[in-house]
């Protein structure tokens, strides 16, 4: 989707080393959205933010960190308590009302 | 739960086959939206029906909605080779503020040429 950029699209973690996935949008959409997409597994809800400066947790924050402090930004970091972080990363936001969401090319990453 | 499940998980024809993907919910629900994705890709969004229809076009898309029965079908038209993607529904649940979706995990389409 041209109005989401995750960046970057493969990424490799050391050992109790921390990594931030970047997600910017240029939508002007208020809500942001991470998911963990493993195979078989389909799409699984980490954080997501309906407005500047707030975020909730989704069904599996544990590992996980976001910020949320400009529009149009919202960086999710990989802790180093995430033991099994190999993962697709996607990010996704949405307009108001019932619209559908938008979603970047996704970040793969992997542990070395 | 509230995320939907689809039915196959996984789907092979010829092209200028038609291709039908089942969806099963268990809440009340706004709408439900089908989304595909290519390998290694972001979703794409293909189509959004709402609680109060029961069938919607788009192209060579139709989808169904049976809200007694919590169940949507996408059917896909004399697919063809670039159809071949994950095909997933989400539901956006009845009296929901948070503005999340629950998505399935997906059917996975395969179309030979």
């Known amino acids: 989707d041209g109005g989401i950029t995750q960046s970057p699209k493969y990424l490799f973690r050391k050992e109790g080393q921390n990594v931030t996935l970047s997600c910017e949008q240029n939508?002007?959409?208020?809500?942001m959205y991470w998911y963990r997409q493993d195979p078989g597994q389909g799409l699984r809800l980490i954080y997501y933010s309906q407005i500047v400066n707030d975020f909730q947790k989704g069904d599996i924050a544990e590992g996980y960190s976001v910020s949320r402090e400009k529009k149009e930004s919202f960086p999710l970091t990989v802790t180093s308590a995430q033991k099994n972080p190999t993962a697709f990363y996607l990010c996704?936001?949405?307009?108001?009302?019932?619209?559908?969401?938008?979603f970047g090319d996704g970040t793969r990453l992997s542990i070395l | 739960s509230q995320q939907g499940e689809e039915d196959p998980q996984a789907l092979s024809i010829q092209e200028g086959e038609n291709a039908t993907m089942n969806c099963s919910y268990k809440t009340s629900i706004n709408n439900l939206q089908w989304y595909r994705q290519n390998s290694g890709r972001g979703l794409v969004h293909l189509i959004l029906?709402?609680?109060?229809?029961r069938e919607k076009h788009s192209g060579r898309l139709r989808v169904t909605l049976d809200t007694s029965k919590k169940s949507s079908s996408l059917l896909i038209t004399a697919s063809r080779a670039a159809d071949t993607a994950s095909y997933f529904c989400a539901t956006d649940p009845r009296g929901s503020t948070l503005g999340r979706l629950y998505f399935g995990r997906g059917t996975q389409l395969t179309v030979w040429p």
């Open positions: 939508l002007n959409h208020d809500a």
């Open positions: 029906i709402r609680s109060n229809e």
């Open positions: 996704a936001t949405r307009g108001r009302g019932n619209q559908p969401q938008h």
